[in-house]
């Protein structure tokens, strides 16, 4: 019910503890004086989709980044803000709910206090449904009392997760403008941004005065570009996770009977499944990525996990954990192509219950082979974005399935003379998402809250809350902002010689680098993960003591800060310009033009290869 929005709930020992906590603040967001220094202007990572972008952006296209700066900062050109007048600005949740989510609200709301107390926030019930209909509720410190360092979006709840049809557009400016809103701060993944993005362009575009910021939060961990280092959520959803399988690992390696097939949460992209990999060490994982990187087939999966199977047990190993990632089924060719089809049908009108009698011969055959429980799932209505309900696919026992029954045939054939196969299967994903908030997801979005009004004070539209060095302790964070449209791209497709850019730009879900050092550190461990049962168990989660302060293994892994090695670079820059002036000698002249010819040609051939390299999305 709406009335239950926004009250104050009954809370256990432990969340009355967390409740307690408080969060920090990096130095650079400390005080009543917001210090901001603009960079350069930004271009679009991939320059195949440059024009395309500020064709559709013309208005926010190219704005430069922007880092916040603290009180003892020497930068002559820094924006120094003293005077804040009161300001209205409002927040909604669009994605769906991921742990720290009510810590953006409470650290904006705290943000905004600080800087002028007769500042007002104002949350949209039922998120972009609310936005719509102009339903608010005023965020006081009463409302956040019960929701502090809390999980699940309870506060203010979430409905459909777009902006983005001319109707839904004109009611969010309408709304805006009604409700005389100074900004307006949108929660959520790759989808939610990008509609945030649009939004800030209309609303360059007609006039209207308020500022659109976005945050990135999502329990997949897909939001990750040059700018954007980790999503709120993504830490405790893979430590809780982790929790559960390795809680599996040891049931399986007890019995040594069973072989458990877990489905994780996290759409398109594996980043779950790998991270949760790195932490408890099942003996398999099947990665999206790899499989589209392969080409792999249904066949080749299914032969993959019974070589597997089979070499264990020539060990006398019965039992293993197995990790899917949701957005498998999306990965595999024949798979993918058999889904395009049905939802192609499914946009012309055609029933579910009589789409398979159109399917291509192909198709059909496909259809035919599969499980009736896998073709019923298959059948449902895509989503808003045009994917499958991956949710509700359970591949886990698709495969499950499929490697009994190629078992029993290599049983029956005499090849396989071991113990018969039995599996048990799992969904581990909405059982995460309204958990309590790990310390850095309570820590990161609390900061991007406090971001969210610097970025306001700046009078910035089309932006997105960054922070960089994540994996550095609090008071090492850098704080900035980045223009949405310079985190597009737009999906390019081979036809014919090359490859061009096609439909719309959009913040695209990042995949798993499969050059990066995460990815890299599972390869170098898979064998012995597989064979020898080296389970590791984290254990819950943890809010003191020992585990409090753990980071995730693909934070810590990469050399990231895009923004804080673009500004080293600038500094070399500097040093040279101050180096080669005229008047200098003709040996540093000679010098640097050579140096920095090889350095263009380089640069020339990496971007060249990286674009021609990354084929269609």
Known sequence: MESDYGVTRELSDLQKKRA????????????????????DGTTAADPAGAHVISQAFPRTYGQPLAHFLRATSKVPDAHIITEHPPIRVGIVFSGRQSPGGHNVIWGLHNAIKIH???????????????????????????VLSSYKNQGGYDLLGRTKDQIRTTEQVNEAVAACQALKLDGLVIIGGVTSNTDAAQLAETFAESKCSTKVVGVPVTLNGDLKNQFVEANVGFDTICKVNSQLISNVCT???????????????????SHVALECTLQSHPNLVILGEEVTSSKLTLFDITKQLCDAVQARADQGKYHGVVLIPEGLVE??????????????????????????????????????FLPPFIRKQLLLHPESDDSAQLSQIETEKLLAHLVEAEMNKRMEEGTYKGKKFNAICHFFGYQARGTLPSKFDCDYAWVLGHICYHILAAGLNGYMATVTNLKSPVNKWKCGAAPISAMMTVKRWSRGPGASPIGKPAVHPSTIDLKGKAYALLRSNASSF??????????????DGPGANAKTFTLSVEDQDYMGRIKLLQEYLDKVKNIVKPGCSQEVLKAALSAMASVTDVLSVISSSSLNSAGPL
């Open 20 to 39: 307690l906590y408080q969060p920090e603040l990096p130095p650079c967001l400390e005080g009543t004086t917001v210090r901001v220094e603009f960079g």
């Open 116 to 142: 002028n107390p007769n500042s007002t926030l104002l949350g949209f019930v039922g998120g972009t449904e609310g936005l719509f209909a102009q339903k608010t509720l005023e965020i006081t410190d009463g």
């Open 251 to 269: 049931d399986a390696l007890s019995a040594e009977k069973y072989y458990y097939f877990i489905r994780l949460m996290g759409r398109k992209a």
């Open 331 to 368: 990965s595999i060719p024949e798979l993918y192509a058999l889904l395009q089809e049905i939802h192609g049908l499914h946009s012309r009108g055609i029933s579910p219950n009589n789409i398979s009698d159109h399917l291509s011969p192909w198709a059909s055959a496909l259809f035919d």
């Open 530 to 543: 597989l064979m020898d049962d080296l389970y590791r168990n984290p254990g819950p989660l943890q809010f």
